[in-house]
């Protein structure tokens, strides 16, 4: 083992010869038989049997002296340098099997390991004498040094750069001999390496708190290397993706069982549930490893996880028990899949829609009883004034006797959704009773459902502003723990090399390209000092959240390939006319007459023909744009309206060659082709939006909501799965749906007697009943609506109850009244964000940088400067991170119309202003324990976090 350690031939540099008796020297000399080295039996140790002195000067001239290791301790046994090799394998030899031969090894290299370090002697001799030895030995080769201590092994790797700037090198020996070093043993190198460890630890924690900042992410996490490391994979997408496949899994089985509308055995739903329960329980044991346990067992989310794991699975089992004894029950654990769509740590948004709910509702209910108030008194009159007129409807019932239907039929007047068929009897009696129904509808429609709007907007905004406040605390926080793990003291003032910035954003934005990053680092470094201090790294979250697009000029592959031909004066005169605004004009204006083309009869020849010129014509324009136009420029993959345009023409180009051919090859029309072809027809007219300046500016405004619409329609559909699973099991089978030429007895009745000259049959609803999922979510789409969901209501409390018209009531409160008013005061706040607020000062940054590198571009010059979309990644960069990196010629940037990647970041630009740069804020954990109410600024005070 340790001939390994010796430079072997004598012919390279730096090497000694080793003979009988002789021992190696740092300088490669062969000392004389007088400095034989003495092989102590105790240890690896060596030590000189007679060095005179002039050996000793000689031997410590050209290197630092090490510390002399001193003999062991006498007890101790031979080492295995000293035993032959069969005699140093004899004791594991003996094993029954390969395993227990590699358990015997690694148990004897502990021991090894495990025996105390050689104590430095004191003689200036020996320690001249083993520092020559350990020199030579090159035990330094673990780990870079400095110039006088680093060492190779024979054929070796090179030692990879060190994460660690390299320790100082050693102070000069004096005149006396060599100052003492700190020996360099075993527990030295492990220290070295746990330096090294620790500092990759911490790069990936600061990575981890950034990227928490960059997506609003609050999840409390421990930040052992392991559970880091665990968090990353909890947040990767795929995991995501995993999860929302299996919570829309387990919501969509509503389709397949009973009542099913496409039906599968009920082991195949059962087994499929189970799969997605235990893709649950993993994924919520995933998130117990990386939660600190007393905060895992506090947080309400996870309770209700696995109440409804276990709910799911006892129902299901006494369900499938009960079925085998055809004994019919009701699956009443189905209400509560939505749960796992809310509370799993990804919908951070819906839950955020629910917290705005409930915190609204007592702001609500005050104006809701007021309401309520108003309703009984109206109800209580018009009792009073209709009841005793022996007035009828229009179906022959008795009008406004029923106190009870008062109140219900004035509640669907609030609506106007009877209007004004309820106070026609009153209005045929006596012209002057109209009167009162317009003084209700002014005071409950007008007012007090105006009112609703003004409470639910207010309060919408004021607990969002809050909330946002709190997450803007929580990403300021977590900056600030990433830079106290990475900072560096730079005179009095800590920093963070740039070094270890470019490796934290590598870390966090790995799809980002190596000019982008750059980019980003000469808006962090404005001064280009090598270090990024604690103002400009707490902004690398919201720099992150800046979708900068990187540019890249290309030339037209015919001006390569045809340079004489693309470049003539006909080619030149082509590209300016496609350029010009009148070309885009003119062809709006062909889109145009093409709509006044489609809207006659398809069956004139006229007609017909004129098609075929239209189409030539969007042909034609395509390829002057892709001639004029590099190709990947015009079907960049930020390039929406081109790809619209080319996918549309080219599809109705097809569908219309293969309508004609049918229709004269075999005289037969397709009606489904040419549904297909007038659709297509009709969806050109999409492209004016694009050329109209406001209507471009209102679209990008919607895009830029999207996302967090979304978040509004996953509400939706929460609400609609539980009320669909209830009108389920409460109306399923009560009304049937048969086609018009149907015998079957009641058939015009909806199959049930009780509807008998109702509105609901009378109206032909027949369809739209609670017989599978997709019914129900089809009625209580038209219940949102509002139009006609009175008759609704009456038609199934005639099938079943009147008390059933509770549940249409609660609909329309929950749904119309409370949800679509959060919905509209939402998209409000949006728009007023959107249109109002000036760019942030990290936007400004952005493009002030672009433009002083003189590397800016317009939006609406892209294509004239034949700029292609095209975001490179880090394997297409031709440096890598280490050294000053230069632009590639013809590299510019933009920032992209959606500027940002969530609303939540568009949200923060109103609040981030109000935290100063140097107010570090509470700690993590206050904050998360904080309410929404109390994250003001006079709650959430840097004195808090101590």
Known sequence: ?????????????????????????????????SVAAEVLPGRRCRRPAALPVSAISSATSASAPRPFLAPCPEAAPRSRRARPPAQAASSCSRAASRRRWRRCWRQRRKRRRARPACQPTSTPAAKAASSAQRTARGRSASRPMGAEGTGKRLGAAPAPPPLLPPPPPPPPASAGGAAPLKAAGPSGASSALAMVEAASEELLLAAAFVS????????????????????????????????????????????????????????????????????????????????????????????CIMVAILLSLTDLAIYGALRIYNIKSIRWSRIARPIF???????????????????????????????????????????????????????????????????????????TANSPDVMMPAFDFSSWYALFFIAFVIVNTYIFMSLFLAVVYNNYKKHLKNEIRQLAYMKHRKMIEAFNLLKEEEGAQPVVREARWKQLVKLVAPDISNSHRELLLRISDDEQKGFIDKKSFVQLADLLNIQVITLKIRSHPLGQWMPRIYKSSVSQFLHSMVRHRGFVWTYDAIILINAIFIALDEETPYISYAEW??????????LLKVYTYEPRVFFGKNQFWNWFDTLIIFAALTAT?????????????????????????????????????????????????????????????????????????????????????????????CGNPALKDSLFARGKYCKNNFNNFASSFIVLMELTVVNQWHVFASGFANVTAQPAKLYFIAFHIVMVIIIVNIFVSFILEAFFVEYSLEKSE???????????????????????????????????????????KTQPRGLVFKIASKRYRTVDALLQRMFEAEIPPEDEGPSLEEILNLPPAAAGPSHLTSERAV
């Open 1 to 33: 083992m340790f001939s390994s350690l010796y430079q072997q031939p004598s012919g390279r540099a730096g090497l000694g010869h080793r003979g009988a008796g002789q021992a190696p020297t740092a300088l490669g000399v062969t000392p004389g038989p």
């Open 657 to 749: 060659i293969l309508n004609t051919t049918l229709k004269s090859t075999t005289k037969y029309n397709s009606q489904q082709i040419l549904d297909i072809v007038f659709i297509l027809r009709v969806l050109r007219l999409i492209r004016i939006v694009d050329s109209i300046q406001r209507f471009r500016v209102i679209m990008n405004t919607l895009i830029n909501i999207v996302p967090t619409m979304l978040t509004f329609g996953g509400l939706t559909l929460v609400v609609y799965c539980i009320f669909a699973i209830i009108g389920m099991e409460l109306f399923h089978g009560k009304i049937q749906f048969f086609p018009a030429n149907s015998n079957a007895p009641y058939a015009l009745e």
């Open 212 to 303: 928490d900042a960059q997506y609003n992410r609050n999840i409390p996490f421990k930040t052992s290397p392991q559970a880091v490391r665990l968090y990353y994979l909890y947040n990767h997408w795929i995991m995501r993706t995993v999860t929302y496949f299996f919570i829309f899994l387990n919501l969509s089985l509503a389709v397949f069982e009973e009542p099913a509308v496409y039906p599968l055995p009920f082991l195949a739903t059962s087994l499929i549930e189970v799969l997605c329960l235990l893709v649950f329980f993993g994924r919520l044991t995933h998130f117990a490893k990386i939660t600190p346990r007393n905060v895992f067992w506090k947080d309400t989310k996870n309770i």
């Open 842 to 884: 990290v936007e400004t940054a952005i493009e002030r940088k672009i433009q002083e590198l003189g590397m800016g571009v317009q939006e609406e010059v892209l294509q004239d400067k034949q700029l292609l979309d095209h975001m490179e990644s880090a394997e297409h960069d031709l440096e890598g991170e280490v050294g000053t």
């Open 613 to 622: 010129v239209f189409l030539a014509l969007y042909i034609i324009e395509i």
């Open 341 to 415: 769509l809310i509370n799993f740590a990804e919908s951070r948004q819906i839950r955020r829609a629910f917290r705005s709910i409930r915190n609204t509702l007592p702001e609500i209910t005050y104006v809701f009883l007021l309401f309520m108030f108003s309703l009984l008194m109206f109800s209580l009159m018009a009792l009073k004034l209709f009841g005793e007129r022996n007035l009828q409807t229009a179906e022959g019932l008795p009008y406004f006797r029923n106190y009870l239907e008062i109140v219900f039929d004035l509640y669907v007047l609030v609506t």
